[in-house]
């Protein structure tokens, strides 16, 4: 048999399991089925229930607008799969291809995916975080427990952990005239995303609404009463806040842990996988049956120097599964790289901010449009003279702008006045805190539009 | 892709004759993506250039930034938002946005739904005993005014008036001091006059009588941006009067010449109501009721495709072309109304995109899925029909129909 008989074959009765029943998941199981696999198709997920969506957990449903049961994906076609729901997956043997489930059960495959994503990170002290009133919010569950109780009308809340989970989730309480403290480590909200002057915008943007903003503070102990009823957090510099309820916002936790042992590049920053979201095995080899979409997925983006990305934004989840499906069940010559710019948005204290491109991917910032004053602006992020990100406040619009400038490696700044001029249009410093890890120069330009003729090519110099 | 000039392509899309059916002509235009005519401007014909340069910040709609500005029947104390830049189009835009859309008005194109239903229920019953009715003066016409005027607080009865301003400013609209008679601007510019003295007596009305309507609510309302002045109110109900004119007249009776010249679709639509919305975003591609931009400004050197566009230049963007472009679109010149991933220009894009693109596609979803359902056996009088002057908001100034036993 020729190896497209094989294809055919494959796509006409093989197997595919997709381990993590979510966003990714669920929109790769339309995809192979939309583009004609006819196969067994295997969904494994450790929730109970359809898949749902994440985003409004943070926003919506924590104002009481949205039900927290109210998120369920919409589909896009019947994918005519199997559910296995409410166990998670415990193993990957690729010398037999099958998954193993926790309560023992083994499923067969031809090929796997893998968009089995992240969990919240919990309060490093176990019988701290069991206090009632301390909560994560990942899961529909999570932002149910926790919108009941801000609907009780809790003294205050403390957020802990100003990344953008936990601004919107200050946003939501001053939305519901609910005290908040936010403590953060860094010394402003969102400065590990977007640096240090778009930092000072939403530290400006909190304050202004009413938060007790304490960054460059470290939560030492949530304390708790004879109840174990949340009551007070400690502060490093000494200090306490009394708090009934206390959200902890530190970032996620990959779930790569089931995968000890399979042979794979797996690990706390994601699985390694090629553009074409197929898994590198320990020795870097890139394997043929093994793909991954999702947060878990760790992807090279030659935009950024080849750099093996993991990303934890919606959009990136769908067209990863997409890029994912489409190769899954096409042979070498057919596959299609995954060669999207990163995009993501957030809404908090009133304002639409969305970014395009990888703003920590940058050694200076510029505000290129609009007024920062107002927190309406697009400001540009340039490493090394060429446009490596964009964000705006209340302006996206003209994110699509910026994306060509990023896919182009437009010079940085962005010459040439716009009509909407800010008052300072100098670059300056981006300022991350911690460690950063650029290297040199502008590699490559993304040419093509449609998944299917999206290419690299090398740049050797700027256009221009 | 080169720049060359086209000059010939363009007058002859421009010409009258070539109103029944321009898609040829775009289709040549589409060889120069970027095309710089013989008075230094630009005309840009292609999909993705469109979609570019749509978002491009460099890209001016204020007059005062053409290095050689043309002659406008405008005349305002302050232009209407579309003709202005961030930061002022920003504001204006979004303190009438207040009480339009979400997030602070998010019901109101939904709870208008069986206003809307009413209306065209009630113009059709008008119209049940004839056999030969006019789409255009039936139903797409009256449709979109009654309701324009009920939102805005307009009085409906005032009607006859100001279809006469209304009609004068869309004509001056395309006004080439090359070919017109110079009595077309001052037509323009008297009926507008006459038209903001019209809107300004209501607006004068409104102050300090709070009620419904969207004049009273921006007269009267204050929001974190502060109040509009009477000239920003004058200027913005006069750009929604027109715009809520002219467009849904054309996108509904396209759109009911589109499916008279495809039956089986009309068919269709009958045994599945919901197919009107994918339906309507086929029309807004296939023929929609604006064509053109006709003027966009270089603010500063602009960069399209590989065509460096100096600046103060003036820029056609030719969104009817762009939007039949088979470098975007599959099978571009096929009326599909099941089509995938159709992202089409019918609503413009980027900070200028349609502000009443809402309603305007409940509009049409409403008056389309009932005539399809009420009208019974409908023939075209006649095809091509007669069309209306302008290229820009191009539609049929009549669409003649015949019925069962006419």
Request: proline share 8%.
């Amino acid at each position: 048999m020729t190896s497209a008989d094989n294809l055919r074959a494959f796509r006409r009765d093989g197997r595919i399991v997709i381990v993590g029943a979510s966003l990714a998941g669920l929109r790769a199981a339309e995809c192979l089925r939309e583009e004609g696999f006819t196969g067994s198709l295997t969904m494994i997920g450790d929730e109970l229930g359809e898949p749902y969506d994440r985003p409004p957990l943070s926003k919506q449903v924590l104002t009481g607008w949205v039900p927290a049961d109210g998120t369920t994906l919409p589909r896009r076609r019947d994918i005519d799969a199997e559910w296995l729901l409410g166990v998670p997956a415990s193993g990957l043997d690729l010398a037999t291809d099958h998954v193993r489930l926790a309560d023992g059960r083994e499923v067969p495959f031809d090929r796997v995916l893998i968009a089995t994503g992240v969990r919240a990170r919990p309060w490093f002290v176990e019988s701290e975080a069991e206090l009632d009133g301390v909560f994560v919010v990942r899961t529909r569950e999570h932002a149910e427990g926790l919108q009941r109780a801000l609907a009780a009308g809790p003294s205050r809340v403390l957020v802990i952990g100003a990344g953008f989970t936990g601004s919107e989730i200050a946003s939501v309480c001053r939305e519901r005239d609910i005290p908040v403290t936010v403590a953060e480590l860094g010394p402003y909200p969102l400065v590990g995303a977007l640096g240090a002057m778009i930092g000072e915008v939403a530290a400006d943007m909190q304050r202004a609404h009413g938060v007790d903003l304490r960054c460059g503070v470290k939560v030492t102990r949530l304390e708790g009463d004879a109840q174990g009823r949340l009551r007070r957090a400690h502060f490093d510099d000494g200090s306490t806040v009394d708090a009934d309820v206390a959200v902890v916002a530190l970032g996620g936790i990959r779930n790569t842990e089931w995968l000890r042992g399979s042979g794979l590049a797996a690990g706390v920053w994601g699985i390694a996988c090629d553009t074409g979201c197929r898994a590198m095995d320990l020795n870097g080899l890139i394997t043929d049956d093994v793909f991954v979409a999702g947060d878990v997925a760790r992807c090279p983006n030659p935009v950024y120097e080849y750099r093996l990305i993991s990303l934890e934004h919606w959009a990136n989840a769908v067209e990863q599964a997409e890029i994912a499906a489409h190769n899954m069940i096409h042979g070498q010559a057919d596959r299609w790289p995954h060669l999207s710019i990163p995009r993501f948005w957030s809404i908090q204290f009133g304002v639409n901010i969305k970014s395009v491109g990888v703003p920590t991917f940058a050694d200076e910032v510029v505000v290129t449009q609009g007024s920062v004053s107002d927190h309406r602006f697009v400001a540009a992020y340039g490493y090394q003279g060429r446009v490596t990100a964009a964000v705006t406040f209340n302006n996206a619009k003209w994110l699509d702008h910026y994306r060509q400038l990023i896919e182009t490696a437009a010079p940085f700044p962005p010459p040439c006045p716009t009509p909407d001029q800010p008052v300072d249009t100098k670059p300056v410093p981006v300022d991350f805190p911690g460690p950063l890890l650029l290297a040199q120069g502008a590699t490559v330009v993304v040419t093509g539009h449609d998944p299917g003729e999206r290419r690299v090519t090398a740049a050797h110099q700027h256009h221009r | 892709m080169t720049t060359t000039e086209a000059p010939d392509i363009l007058r002859r899309i421009l010409d009258y004759s070539s109103r029944p059916d321009p898609y040829p002509l775009y289709a040549e235009l589409r060889r120069t993506p970027v095309a710089r005519q013989e008075d230094g401007s630009y005309v840009i014909s292609t999909y993705r250039e469109l979609a570019d340069i749509l978002h491009n910040p460099h890209l001016s709609s204020d007059v005062r930034n053409l290095a050689h500005p043309m002659p406008s029947a405008e005349g305002a104390p302050v232009p209407a938002f579309i003709n202005m830049d961030p930061p002022e189009h920003d504001r204006l835009r979004r303190m009438a946005m207040r009480h339009f859309g979400p997030p602070h008005t998010p019901g109101l194109v939904t709870g208008l739904e069986p206003t809307l239903a009413d209306i065209v229920g009630g113009l059709i019953d008008d119209f049940a005993d004839k056999d030969r009715i006019d789409i255009v003066d039936d139903l797409a016409y009256p449709f979109p005014v009654t309701v324009i005027c009920h939102l805005l607080g307009v009085p409906r009865e005032d009607e006859p008036r100001f279809r006469v301003w209304v009609n004068d400013i869309i004509n001056s609209i395309g006004y080439d001091p090359k070919t017109d008679p110079k009595e077309k601007l001052d037509d323009g510019v008297r009926a507008r006059q006459n038209l903001r003295e019209y809107l300004g007596g209501l607006v004068e009305q409104r102050h300090g009588h709070p009620s419904d309507d969207l004049l009273s609510r921006l007269a009267n309302d204050d929001g974190p941006d502060g109040r509009m002045t009477d000239e920003e109110i004058i200027s913005t109900a006069n750009l929604l009067l027109i715009a809520g004119h002219e467009t849904t007249v054309n996108l509904i009776t396209n759109g009911m010449l589109t499916l008279l010249r495809h039956p089986h679709v009309l068919r269709r639509l009958r045994d599945e109501p919901d197919l009107v919305v994918p339906l309507v975003e086929e029309l807004l591609r296939y023929e929609p009721p604006v064509h053109i931009i006709p003027w966009r400004a270089a603010y500063s050197d602009v960069t399209v495709g590989d065509t460096v566009i100096p600046k103060g230049s003036q820029i056609m963007l030719m969104l009817a072309s762009g939007s039949r472009d088979p470098n975007r679109f599959h099978d571009p010149d096929r009326f599909d109304p099941g089509r995938r991933d159709n992202q089409h220009l019918g609503f413009g894009s980027g900070v200028h995109l349609c502000f009443g693109g809402p309603l305007a596609r409940r509009e049409a979803h409403i008056a389309l899925g009932q005539l399809a359902r009420r009208l019974d056996g409908p023939r075209l009088v006649a095809d091509p029909p007669p069309y209306r002057r302008s290229p820009v908001l191009r539609g049929p100034i009549h669409l003649q129909v015949e019925r069962n036993g006419g």
